[in-house]
């Protein structure tokens, strides 16, 4: 993450920059001209910057023996050289430029912990730095320097958490000392309270952001305090800066990123890298809700997970064409709940590249990690994204896919490759149809029981003890075309924490079992109640163009749960549900009542067989079962239009 956040910073800083050509001369740098898009010619190539970043360390000897071996040929002194000058020539000829770059990039984790991220960050600018002194003949450059350069000028970090706080500052003041290049004489170490500081990303104060004497004053104190030695001078210093922030924020005691940080905002009015794994945690409190309601409401959607709100600081933090890179769940890259913060994602940058998924990053993760690459700016339609999914063991990456994609291909709907691509192929299969939404009414079949509830009282019987006792079926009990009652009762009414309209029960109607990794559904003529882990169809009564029957054979094919599949990937999961959402969204085919027959006579015929006694104990009758679905397939395929081609897809898939 550190070593592509810098290679995405360097590829913005030099687009469009002016640079000096001849090493040998001082330097005379001016700085990027474009601020625009990244539509102008880069003075580096991406990928120039990809080798200087990923392998300038690795030949960084090799590179010094070739330049003494070029400039003795030059002087005569020999004719040949077995030594190459393996780094790019625009890495060479414009490496005075480029460790600009890196001594003024500016960088915060927001939720900065133990200071994994910064540290990492000043790790990959001290080896590239190191690097490019190969070729600015300065002796004087050393990594000490480079470190201070860094931890006084480009790292910052917040964290809500005091402990974590100190452990960074620690993590930084190590890193530090362990390059002193005279430990008979360690120099003292920075006061870094100003530059990690302990307090909540998320909130902010109401500040004077217009008082310039007040900022003026804080920002000549900081570096004085940062390089303070004597304990009083320094307290004096703390003191003076602490009144400054009282001042400016009235009072408030609250960390303001534009006050605490101001130098970065008045310099570049904001940071060149936003980089941090933020904490994933649901919000429950009402009063904490009410707050992010009022102040982060355009990417809320219904979740108020922690990182949705770290990810719209971030955009609040960084610059304009400043870089975002954020590890956490995948779940936003497609879930509905998520579907504003994509939104904001997708109209206020450039998505660089997205790892969908990162499989054994953390072994304490519940979900799979997704990494995102962003530069904040206005959406650009011509601009590729990549698409990545990785998975690693032990720190070791075993697996890596990468897909590129226009980004005026897909939408906010959906920062899934998978989904992306799946939408055009449900796109095609949805021409002259209706969703299974606009045609019936669903329900989840009834919750016995609150999630929070002290002693459950038994809802279920083996008889009917009453006529409030009705029928009921688990989804284990369900088949493809097939139901098997098991003599169960439910004491139904409004005991039950979801009891469900009773219309959903007593119709005629289409079960659909919940727990499974592919559609299983069957029809159902009587009154017959289910419990939660059943889906229940019903035809409205003024739904009279399409039959149960037609629709069940659509979704129970093959190619049903091919295109369920599409919307969304539940196969191989332990407990891999279809879920309701989903189905109701399945496209089925507008056609007249006369078409519908064909499917329906079909249906009739299976769950004549089903419904025998000695069904489960008759192989003849189960593969005549198994015949007839073949033949409903193939009306299927031939329903949709599918070419031979896709068909062998579908029947691979299932």
């Not at 956040?5 to 002016?18: A, F, P, Q, R, V």
């Not at 001849?22 to 001209?33: G, V, Y």
């Not at 490496?95 to 991220?117: N, R």
Request: with cysteine; net charge neutral.
């Amino acid at each position: 993450m550190c070593q592509q956040s810098l290679i995405n910073y360097l590829h913005t800083e030099l687009t469009d920059c002016h640079s000096p050509i001849n090493r040998d001369s001082p330097a005379t740098l001016t700085p990027c001209h474009s601020r625009g898009p990244l539509s102008g010619n880069p003075v580096v190539s991406k990928e120039d910057i990809e080798t200087l970043i990923h392998t300038g360390e690795h030949v960084s000897e090799n590179e010094i023996a070739a330049l003494i071996k070029e400039q003795n040929i030059k002087k005569g002194k020999q004719k040949t050289s077995g030594y190459k000058l393996q780094l790019p020539e625009s890495i060479r000829s414009n490496a005075a430029l480029i460790d600009e770059k890196l001594a003024d990039i500016t960088v915060c984790d927001p939720a900065v912990g133990s200071g994994a991220f910064p540290v990492g960050m000043m790790s990959e600018i001290v080896r590239a730095r190191n690097v490019l002194s190969v070729f600015l003949n300065d002796n004087s450059r050393t990594a000490y320097e480079f470190k201070r350069r860094c931890i006084e000028h480009s790292l910052y970090g917040v964290d809500i958490d005091p402990g974590a706080v100190e452990i960074a500052k620690l993590r930084l003041w190590l890193s530090l000392v362990v390059d002193e290049d005279d430990i008979e004489n360690i120099k003292p170490l920075p006061n870094l309270d100003y530059k990690v500081v302990c307090g909540n990303s998320l909130l902010g104060v109401e500040k004077d952001l217009f008082n310039n004497a007040l900022f003026n004053e804080l920002e000549k104190l900081k570096p004085l305090f940062f390089n303070e030695t004597n304990p009083t001078r320094k307290q004096e210093y703390k003191k003076q800066i602490d009144n400054l922030i009282r001042q400016i924020t009235n009072g408030h005691q609250e960390f303001d990123f534009e006050v605490y940080f101001s130098e970065v905002f008045h310099e570049k009015m904001g940071f060149d890298v936003v980089i941090g794994n933020p904490p994933y945690e649901e919000i429950s409190e009402k009063k904490t809700k009410a707050y992010f309601q009022k102040n982060y409401s355009d990417v809320l959607s219904g979740h108020y997970d922690l990182y949705i709100f770290f990810f719209r600081k971030a955009f609040s933090v960084a610059r304009t064409e400043g870089i975002i890179s954020f590890i956490t769940p995948h779940t936003y890259l497609h879930y509905t709940q998520f579907k504003n913060l994509r939104k904001h994602i997708y109209q206020n940058s450039q998505i660089i590249e997205i790892t969908n998924r990162i499989s054994g990053i953390f072994e304490s993760a519940v979900v799979d990690n997704s990494v995102i690459f962003l530069r904040k700016g206005l959406l650009i339609k011509n601009y590729s994204t990549s698409f990545a999914s990785k998975y690693l063991s032990d720190g070791r990456l075993l697996n890596e896919r990468t897909f590129g994609l226009n980004h005026s291909d897909f939408n906010p709907q959906s920062f899934d490759i998978n989904a992306i691509r799946n939408g055009r192929v449900i796109e095609r299969y949805s021409k002259n149809t209706i969703r299974l939404a606009d045609i019936t009414q669903s329900t989840q079949g009834i919750i016995v029981y609150a999630k929070e509830q002290g002693k459950k009282v038994n809802r279920f019987s083996e008889t009917k003890i009453n006529n409030n006792y009705q029928p009921v079926v688990k989804g284990r009990d369900l088949s493809r075309y097939e139901l098997r009652w098991t003599a169960k009762y439910i004491h139904y009414g409004e005991w039950l924490c979801r009891a469900r309209d009773p219309v959903f029960f007593k119709s005629k109607k289409l079960f659909f079992r919940q727990t499974a990794d592919s559609i299983i559904g069957t029809y159902v003529g009587h009154p017959m109640y289910c419990i939660d882990s059943v889906h229940s169809f019903i035809l409205p009564q003024d739904q009279s163009e399409y039959d149960l029957l037609y629709i069940l054979a659509i979704l129970n094919s093959k190619f049903g749960t091919y295109l369920y599949k599409l919307f969304i990937t539940e196969t191989g999961k332990v407990f891999a549900q279809v879920k309701l959402t989903y189905l109701r969204r399945l496209p089925i085919k507008v056609v007249p009542k006369r078409i519908q027959e064909s499917f329906i006579s079909k249906v009739n015929h299976i769950l004549g067989i089903t419904e025998d006694d000695d069904y489960l104990e008759n192989p003849q009758k189960q593969s005549k079962v198994k015949a007839i679905e073949a033949e409903i397939d193939q009306l299927v395929y031939k329903l949709y239009g599918l070419t031979p081609e896709e068909i062998k897809i579908v029947e691979s898939s299932s």
